[in-house]
């Protein structure tokens, strides 16, 4: 497929193409990324070390914080170093490898949320079989399931990406490489190949958020029966979760549920779920978990402890 095309490189537009608003874009992302590398490398650091989170919940929140990190290193990197450059050029194999690694990451994080939500369904409204039904054989092929089923999706990108025909011009108006930039580009008509994005991608996105979102209001109509104690605590790790799911659901169903039009927002929202979730998401877990703050000071105090006996 890739020989009947005249294009062999695509050149990235990026968020600006004014020289002081690059070098802004260079220094905000490059802290945004930092931020996120930091923030899921020590829940990931946390939780790997801490006897105290070994229940499901933080086996799950083990891969979240994963897949983030490989979502956002997909797409940041690459912006980052795009913003000192004059010309942004990709290649066309670099910019299959990236449609690749951000679905394949972005569906990854969709299925671990889901798993997260049926999770705290078992925990919360069937308690006294919890570890009977949610044991870590379980655990463990149902995050098999997810990674096959990720690249499954990202595989069906792939073969839509390149089924395209690019003659010619090569600009992407974006600063990254995805199906929906692409197919402004095509010289042919793409109205079936965005069908299919559609109803991949697009219904992915909905159905997904669609399960979440009932999966939790059940869970929260459940809590009427539990202590007031109980209540609370459910009720902190339910709200952080959905709003994760908000956060990261809502931009990529603007993106993906509608025909290859491109909006001037388009960009912005897609920095939204691309680098600010990944960033968002170990603030969110944190800030409103106490087991994962208190395991973060132990590991700290254990750290500052050994440091102190040498």
Same mark, same amino acid.
């Given at each position: 497929?890739?020989?009947?095309?005249?294009?062999?490189?695509?050149? @990235? /537009?990026?968020?600006?193409?004014?020289?002081?608003?690059?070098? $802004?874009?260079? !220094?905000?992302? =490059?802290? &945004?990324?930092?931020?996120?590398?930091?923030?899921?490398?020590?829940?990931?650091?946390?939780?790997?070390?801490?006897?105290?989170?070994?229940?499901?919940?933080?086996?799950?929140?083990?891969?979240?914080?994963?897949?983030?990190?490989?979502?956002?290193?997909?797409?940041?990197?690459?912006?980052?170093?795009?913003? @000192? /450059?004059?010309?942004?050029?990709?290649?066309?194999?670099?910019? $299959?490898?990236? !449609?690749?690694? =951000?679905? &394949?990451?972005?569906?990854?994080?969709?299925?671990?949320?889901?798993?997260?939500?049926?999770?705290?369904?078992?925990?919360?409204?069937?308690?006294?079989?919890?570890?009977?039904?949610?044991?870590?054989?379980?655990?463990?092929?149902?995050?098999?399931?997810?990674?096959?089923?990720?690249?499954?999706?990202?595989?069906?990108?792939?073969?839509?990406?390149?089924?395209?025909?690019?003659?010619?011009?090569? !600009?992407?108006?974006?600063?990254?490489?995805?199906?929906?930039?692409?197919?402004?580009?095509?010289?042919?008509?793409?109205?079936?190949?965005?069908?299919?994005?559609?109803?991949?991608?697009?219904?992915?996105?909905?159905?997904?958020?669609?399960?979440?979102?009932?999966?939790?209001?059940?869970?929260?109509?459940?809590?009427?029966?539990?202590?007031?104690?109980?209540?609370?605590?459910?009720?902190?790790?339910?709200?952080?979760?959905?709003?994760?799911?908000?956060?990261?659901?809502?931009?990529?169903?603007?993106?993906?549920?509608?025909?290859?039009?491109?909006?001037?927002?388009?960009?912005?929202?897609?920095?939204?779920?691309?680098?600010?979730?990944?960033?968002?998401?170990?603030?969110?877990?944190?800030?409103?978990?106490?087991?994962?703050?208190?395991?973060?000071?132990?590991?700290?105090?254990?750290?500052?402890?050994?440091?102190?006996?040498?």
């Amino acid at each position: 497929m890739l020989l009947n095309n005249n294009v062999t490189e695509f050149i @990235l /537009l990026g968020l600006t193409q004014d020289p002081l608003k690059k070098k $802004i874009v260079f !220094v905000v992302f =490059l802290i &945004f990324y930092l931020g996120t590398l930091l923030g899921n490398l020590l829940i990931i650091v946390t939780i790997k070390t801490s006897r105290a989170l070994g229940s499901p919940l933080y086996f799950f929140l083990f891969y979240l914080s994963f897949s983030d990190t490989c979502f956002s290193t997909s797409i940041a990197p690459r912006m980052i170093v795009d913003a @000192l /450059l004059k010309n942004n050029v990709i290649s066309f194999s670099e910019c $299959i490898i990236q !449609v690749f690694s =951000l679905h &394949f990451f972005g569906c990854l994080e969709i299925f671990i949320l889901i798993l997260m939500a049926v999770d705290r369904y078992v925990a919360i409204c069937k308690p006294l079989h919890y570890m009977t039904i949610m044991n870590k054989k379980v655990c463990s092929v149902l995050v098999a399931v997810a990674w096959v089923g990720s690249c499954v999706h990202s595989s069906v990108q792939i073969f839509l990406a390149l089924s395209l025909p690019f003659c010619g011009p090569n !600009v992407i108006d974006h600063y990254l490489c995805d199906l929906q930039p692409l197919l402004q580009l095509a010289c042919a008509d793409t109205y079936v190949i965005n069908l299919l994005l559609v109803s991949n991608s697009g219904a992915i996105c909905t159905v997904s958020f669609a399960i979440l979102m009932l999966s939790y209001l059940v869970i929260l109509y459940s809590l009427r029966n539990h202590s007031a104690e109980g209540r609370k605590k459910a009720l902190s790790t339910c709200v952080s979760h959905i709003m994760v799911v908000i956060l990261f659901f809502g931009p990529c169903i603007f993106i993906y549920t509608r025909p290859a039009t491109t909006f001037s927002m388009d960009k912005m929202i897609a920095v939204f779920y691309t680098i600010g979730t990944p960033l968002f998401n170990p603030l969110i877990y944190t800030l409103r978990n106490a087991e994962v703050k208190n395991a973060m000071r132990k590991l700290w105090s254990k750290k500052v402890i050994s440091e102190d006996h040498r």
